[in-house]
């Protein structure tokens, strides 16, 4: 939990807790005066008084942020893409029975190769149940040659960045996309980060097809291990922060188009199976980047999935499906040579999880919970948004994109919104490389239950309300 400077200085001098003066934190102190945790964060207090390095006691990723606590009870944060307790608490059992199962394994086996450096490509077990279970999902079929397991999404991202794109290249992203994905690509000042135009808040293809034309003619370094001058990153299926999806003919454009330019397109498939109206969720665009296809070059597309969404975010499993040239390249990666797989002891539990049919029975759980948090979400918005803003409803997924009047800008909005009505979401221009779409704002259905995102979102529409009469001066 975050503490105030005030506490942390007070926990060195040895005070009494509760005479901190800040409301919240008083109360946090009164019920927190246990001796072992006071220690503790004395203890963590006066290392970085001595390090120099500021080390806070946090307990998760989004503590210690008042923009982004979701756990905070005076603000109800509609921000973070990340379940809630209600839902995480399941994991307890479920963890507990893959164990008991994976171990027991084990045992039989007699080899306890859980416990060794395992192959590169991950755990077999795993990926083969893992593939089962993708086809059953996504109603497709998945190979278990095509897979090989990483750390989750963002490592996926960064082993594919890493391994088979030109270091000097071009990554292509959508106008919005997931704005940690931008952070990650700034930090290769080598390569350029150039947005693609959106048009119904999915990518512009002829945009992009021009964009193609005047970046491809630069000179790249371009090798045996770097194959491709540039990298597409979009999230085609229910997409950060827009919530759509693209549609097969679209698909099958831009897979052309890859092949054609020799281009690699990464796509963070990690909501699709979070998918709410039909039976299947919308093809995954590696799907489309058929082996039999006459201009087939090896596999341009790469599906890049992930735990996270679907059981918990902590669990750090997820996957890359790859053709045949990008599966040789990161099969080669030190990473995975040197480590034995990454999470390998983890892909076991997982595989016991899939094979169980514990991650299915959880996933038809999950998808019922946010199909409802998202219809509650968009039926408060049909009845209470005002008529000159505007939104589409995903059919999956976490997000829903809000556009508010243009030249309206969400920061201001969202601070004032935060501080005076006690609810906060993503302004728009935290997707954009250049700090664009500034009039829209994120909401996320993952953390809150139904009824908090009703009330919140009622809170929301009448905040809008108020602040488009604020800054018109008609207030
Ligand atoms: C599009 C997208 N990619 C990746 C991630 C992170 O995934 P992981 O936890 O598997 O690294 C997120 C999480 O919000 C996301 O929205």
Same mark, same amino acid.
């Given at each position: 939990m975050a503490r105030? $400077? @005030?506490?942390?200085?007070? +926990? +060195?001098?040895?005070? *009494?807790?509760?005479?901190?003066? #800040? @409301?919240?934190?008083?109360?946090?102190?009164?019920? #927190?005066?246990?001796?072992?945790i006071l220690k503790k964060e004395r203890r963590v207090a006066a290392?970085?008084?001595?390090? $120099?390095?500021?080390? *806070?006691? +946090?307990? %998760? &990723?989004f503590d210690g942020d008042t923009a982004l606590n979701v756990y905070s009870k005076n603000v109800v944060? #509609?921000?973070? $893409?990340? *379940? $809630? *307790?209600? &839902? +995480?608490? %399941?994991?307890?059992?479920? #963890?507990?029975?893959?164990t008991k199962h994976r171990l027991e394994e084990e045992d039989k086996e007699d080899k306890y190769y859980l416990f060794q450096y395992g192959i590169t490509a991950g755990l077999w077990e795993c990926r083969e149940e893992l593939a089962k279970f993708l086809t059953r999902r996504y109603g497709d079929p998945v190979a278990r040659e095509n897979l090989i397991l990483t750390c989750g999404a963002t490592h996926g991202i960064q082993l594919i960045l890493t391994s088979v794109i030109a270091p000097d290249g071009v990554i292509f992203v959508d106008e919005v996309t997931y704005m940690i994905a931008l952070d990650t690509f700034k930090q290769f000042p080598l390569i350029r980060v150039i947005s693609v135009p959106m048009k119904n808040d999915i990518v512009d293809l002829d945009a992009f097809e021009q964009l193609i034309k005047i970046e491809k003619n630069t000179k790249y370094t371009v090798g045996k291990e770097k194959i491709f001058w540039a990298m597409y990153y979009t999230v085609p299926i229910f997409h950060n922060p827009t919530g759509m999806s693209i549609s097969p003919e679209m698909s099958k454009r831009l897979v052309k188009m890859a092949r054609e330019n020799s281009f690699a397109v990464i796509c963070d498939d990690v909501y699709n199976l979070l998918h709410y109206e039909d039976k299947y969720p919308p093809h995954r665009l590696f799907n489309y980047d058929d082996p039999n296809n006459p201009d087939y070059t090896g596999g341009n597309i790469i599906s890049n999935g992930s735990f996270s969404k679907i059981l918990s975010p902590a669990i750090r499993v997820g996957w890359i499906e790859c053709g045949s040239k990008v599966a040789k390249i990161l099969k080669g990666s030190g990473i995975l040579k040197s480590g034995g797989a990454v999470n390998h002891y983890v892909s076991g539990l997982i595989a016991s999880l899939l094979h169980l049919k514990l991650e299915d029975e959880y996933l038809d759980k999950l998808i019922k919970i946010y199909k409802e948090r998202m219809n509650t979400l968009c039926d408060t918005l049909d009845k209470n948004l005002p008529a000159n803003c505007s939104y589409r409803h995903p059919e999956g997924g976490y997000f829903v994109w809000i556009k508010l009047p243009e030249g309206l800008d969400t920061i201001p909005f969202m601070k004032w919104c935060q501080e005076v009505h006690k609810v906060m979401a993503i302004p728009g221009a935290r997707f954009s490389n250049h700090g664009e779409s500034k009039n829209c704002i994120r909401v996320s259905i993952a953390f809150h239950s139904a009824e908090t995102i009703r009330d919140a979102s009622i809170v929301l529409c009448k905040a809008i309300t108020e602040y488009m009469k604020k800054i018109s001066g008609k207030n």
């Open positions: 105030c $400077g @005030k506490f942390v200085t007070r +926990l +060195l001098r040895k005070e *009494p807790a509760r005479s901190c003066n #800040l @409301k919240f934190c008083a109360r946090r102190c009164a019920t #927190l005066c246990s001796k072992s290392r970085s008084m001595t390090t $120099g390095i500021e080390d *806070p006691y +946090l307990r %998760h &990723l944060n #509609l921000s973070v $893409g990340a *379940p $809630g *307790p209600d &839902l +995480l608490k %399941h994991c307890s059992s479920l #963890l507990a029975k893959a």
